[in-house]
């Protein structure tokens, strides 16, 4: 099932590299979102796009960084700043952002750090 | 800010039987709650939404209950089955001027044993 995807499923990165999660979706969706799932923990948000060239910090940016050049992609990058990176990273989009409009995730890619 | 707690961590009853998780909200602006739903290994989906001029909202064996003096609301599911088994997450957003976020409870395991 497509509409929004991630690249890749999993992914192993040694200590102090940067690293680039994909994200792509085909819905045509305006808002386009990152969040990080720790077990026992809700979804936190880390960056999120409203539109073309425009993101805004999420609340756990620090360590991340984005890009939204393109309506159909948003990705991420955990920078070795971030302190503990090891983590499961969920994409999502959505018509617009605002109330009421269903966030479609993609599949997720778990990240491990060395 | 918001924060939103979800109780219990893991619930697990019996096929056919009724399942209740909680969801407790801390900004009395909070006005939207959605549901979603996230099987094993798969990507997160709403199920069912609740706008604050609601009390509750039903859709087949799924319901959403909100009392917002109490500042929580409730899913039930009702003749639970296998397919039920997954991780619920409830969220609550809050809409300013400028801002719109989804705050996410922890989630709830729900199991369904035969």
């Known amino acids: 099932d497509g509409g929004i995807t991630q690249s890749p499923k999993y992914l192993f990165r040694k200590e102090g590299q940067n690293v680039t999660l994909s994200c792509e979706q085909n819905?045509?969706?305006?808002?386009m979102y990152w969040y990080r799932q720790d077990p026992g923990q809700g979804l936190r948000l880390i960056y999120y796009?409203?539109?073309?060239?425009?993101?805004q910090k999420g609340d756990i940016a620090e360590g991340y960084s984005v890009s939204r050049e393109k309506k159909e992609s948003f990705p991420l990058t955990v920078t070795s700043a971030q302190k503990n990176p090891t983590a499961f990273y969920l994409c999502?989009?959505?018509?617009?952002?605002?109330?009421?409009?269903?966030?479609?995730f993609g599949p997720g890619t778990r990240l491990t750090v060395t | 800010g918001e924060n939103v707690e979800q109780h219990p961590s893991t619930l697990s009853v019996q096929e056919g039987d009724s399942a209740v998780i909680k969801c407790t909200y801390s900004?009395?602006?909070?006005?939207?709650f959605p549901w979603y739903k996230q099987e094993l290994g798969k990507r997160p989906q709403l199920i069912i939404d609740?706008?604050?001029n609601v009390g509750e909202k039903k859709d087949q064996r799924i319901a959403v209950t909100l009392n917002k003096t109490a500042k929580h609301f409730s899913l039930h599911i009702t003749e639970t089955q296998p397919e039920d088994s997954a991780v619920y997450f409830c969220?609550?957003?809050?809409?300013?001027?400028?801002?719109?976020?989804?705050?996410w409870g922890a989630g709830t395991k729900l199991i369904i044993k035969p």
């Open positions: 969220a609550a957003s809050l809409e300013g001027d400028s801002n719109y976020q989804l705050i």
């Open positions: 900004d009395s602006a909070s006005n939207y």
């Open positions: 819905l045509n969706h305006d808002a």
């Open positions: 609740i706008r604050s």
């Open positions: 999502a989009s959505s018509i617009a952002r605002g109330q009421g409009y269903e966030q479609y």
């Open positions: 796009s409203q539109i073309v060239n425009d993101f």
